[in-house]
């Protein structure tokens, strides 16, 4: 199944749903433009031969990284003068639309066709929710999880939604841009 004859369908289905200005690689790459769309598309998706769910993530479309979020101490390298570790300040991309948004991806495969379907939802970055896929996907369990824990992205109606791979005393969300490591007990 091409591109085209997978879109004509969504389209048939879901006239709202447009087509990405950026496409991932060669796939095909839709916009949603409201997450109370997600369920019915994903519902859709799962009843059409997209039986499965690959990814949920999603990217902080706030502005360059905030190099006060990370750990930068002197680490022993022989090959730097003295050893130190070089400490990177990040400048702005000049010409790229940063926002207060955030771009969530969920990727649906479809094993009989070999296609796939990546869509797109950019919701803003404050109190950031989306409905969870975990009722139709169980694939979706520890990815919405991970989301949440990294990103601070909510998935209303998740079972367990809790974090994943930080320490509970880890406060914020470290893959966010804002991001500032506050120390703990491990930093000494």
Known sequence: MTNDEVFAKISAKFPMVEKAAVQVKDYLT?????????????????????????????????????????????????FLPDGATPQIESAPTTGYPYRPAMDLLWVFFSVAEKARVFVRLELPREGISAPSLVPLFKSADWQEREAFDLLGIGFEGHPNLTKILTPDFTQGHPLRKDYVHIKDRFDE
């Open 30 to 78: 839709v916009r949603l433009s409201s997450k109370d769309d997600l369920l019915p598309f994903a519902q859709w998706a799962k009843d059409s031969s997209f039986d499965m769910l690959e990814t949920v993530t999603a990217t902080d479309l706030l502005g360059p990284v905030d190099m006060k979020g990370y750990i930068r101490q002197q680490n022993f390298n022989p």
